[in-house]
C-alpha cells in the first residue's frame, strides 16, 4: 500500500516569514495529493489540493508543488500569521482504483512566532 | 448546515465496557470513514463505507467493529475496549471518487479507557 512521510514533526516561524512542509510518497501511481489544516480542537479541513497532471498550485498565500519523479510534494505558506498556527497533513491516493483509501502523513505542528 | 456531527464529543470507559460512536452527516455523501488520531501516529483510517449497507476494513480495525444501516449514518462500536483504543476519532464523509471530492471532517471524540 501508499506510504507517506512528512517532515518535520514540528515546525516554528517568524510571523511573516515562509513555512515549507514536505512529504515524499510511495506508490508512483498516485495521483491525488490534498493538504489539509487542523485547528485546535476541530476536525481537519483541506487547504489546497493538487493532481498529478499539474506541477504547481497557488491559493492565495498557500501553494503547492508536486515532483512526480521524486516522488514528493511540498506546502508553501507565505507571509505568515498567526491564524497559520496548526497541524497540517498531507496525504496521497494510493494507486488501486476503487480502493477508496487516502493515506495521511503524520502531521507537522506549525507554530508561527509573533 | 451542520456537516458532519459526531456524538459525543467526550467518553471515559473503563476496560471491557462497550460503547458506539455516532457519526451523522446532511450533505448526502457516498462515503464515509472513521479515523483514529494519535500523537506522531497522524490519521489511521479504521474502517469505511462507499455506501449504504457497506463496510470495509481499514489500516487498523481490529476491536472495532461498524454499521452503515442509513446513507447519513455511521456507527463504530467499540464491543469490549482496552486502553490502546484510548485516543480521538474522527468520522469523515465525501461526494462520490476519492479523486473528485474533499474529505469532511467531524468535530472528533475524544475516548479515554482506563
Known amino acids: 500500500g501508499e506510504n507517506v512521510e512528512q517532515h518535520p514533526s514540528t515546525l516554528s516561524v517568524q510571523e511573516g516569514d515562509s513555512a515549507v512542509i514536505k512529504c515524499t510518497y510511495s506508490d508512483s501511481a498516485s495521483n491525488y495529493f490534498p493538504w489539509y489544516k487542523q485547528e485546535l480542537g476541530k476536525g481537519p479541513q483541506l487547504i489546497i489540493d493538487?493532481?498529478?497532471?499539474?506541477g504547481e498550485k497557488k491559493d492565495q498565500r498557500i501553494a503547492v508543488t508536486l515532483n512526480k519523479t521524486a516522488k514528493h510534494f511540498s506546502l508553501h505558506i507565505t507571509e505568515t500569521q498567526p491564524e497559520d498556527s496548526a497541524v497540517y497533513f498531507c496525504?496521497?491516493?494510493?494507486?488501486?482504483?476503487?480502493?477508496?483509501?487516502?493515506?495521511f502523513g503524520t502531521g507537522t505542528r506549525l507554530t508561527i512566532i509573533p | 448546515n451542520a456537516g458532519v456531527t459526531q456524538t459525543p464529543k467526550f467518553r471515559v470507559l473503563k476496560t471491557g465496557q462497550s460503547m458506539t460512536l455516532l457519526c451523522a452527516q446532511d450533505?448526502?455523501?457516498?462515503?464515509m470513514y472513521w479515523y483514529r488520531q494519535d500523537p506522531g501516529m497522524g490519521l489511521r483510517l479504521i474502517h469505511y463505507?462507499?455506501?449504504?449497507?457497506?463496510?470495509a476494513k481499514g489500516e487498523v480495525p481490529d476491536g472495532y467493529n461498524v454499521s452503515r444501516l442509513k446513507k447519513q449514518n455511521f456507527l463504530l462500536g467499540l464491543e469490549s475496549a482496552a486502553p490502546s483504543q484510548t485516543s480521538v476519532y474522527f468520522c469523515a464523509s465525501r461526494n462520490g471518487g476519492l479523486n473528485t471530492g474533499e474529505l469532511f471532517f467531524g468535530e472528533g471524540s475524544r475516548l479515554t479507557v482506563l
Open positions: 493538487i493532481r498529478s497532471n499539474v
Open positions: 496525504a496521497a491516493i494510493p494507486s488501486i482504483f476503487g480502493n477508496e483509501k487516502l493515506t
Open positions: 463505507s462507499v455506501g449504504e449497507g457497506t463496510t
Open positions: 450533505m448526502n455523501h457516498e462515503y
